[in-house]
């Protein structure tokens, strides 16, 4: 889904636990026989729905903020503004530029881009 707010764009992808380069991601704290502490991050699209509630819920693990440009655990992103472009680019890169095909399919409008450049020219001009 592409938003605008005031002259802020964003890119939410819930699939994906995807928010302009942020995510939410389950982590596990787990101490080993001898009393080290590791931490386990666990992939959001790789878990049920059922499984990350069971595991929330039974306070087996808490929910961190992910800087997936960083790679790494923030306290809690700060989304400002930025280019759709450069968001739409970002987002692809998440995906492994696995996405072809740009379409905007809504009632009584579909539309096909042949770049995320044209999508999001589309979107800035509306």
Do not use: C
């Not at 707010?5 to 787990?30: Q, T």
């Not at 699209?45 to 655990?73: C, F, G, M, P, Q």
């Not at 072809?100 to 881009?113: A, Q, S």
Request: glycine share 4%; net charge negative.
């Amino acid at each position: 889904m592409i938003a605008e707010s005031g002259n802020s764009w964003y890119v939410i992808d819930p699939a994906g636990n995807w928010l302009n380069g942020y995510g939410i991601r389950p982590k596990i704290d787990v101490v080993d026989t001898e009393g080290k502490e590791w931490w386990i991050w666990l992939e959001p699209l790789n878990i049920e729905l059922s499984e990350k509630h069971w595991l929330l819920t039974n306070k087996l693990a808490i929910v961190v903020w992910w800087d997936y440009r960083n790679n790494d655990e923030i306290a809690q992103p700060a989304l400002t503004e930025a280019d759709l472009n450069l968001l739409l680019s970002e987002w692809l890169e998440y995906w492994n530029n696995w996405y072809t095909e740009y379409r905007i399919i809504d009632i009584g409008l579909f539309k096909e881009f042949n770049n995320i450049t044209e999508l999001a020219k589309y979107f800035t001009q509306t």
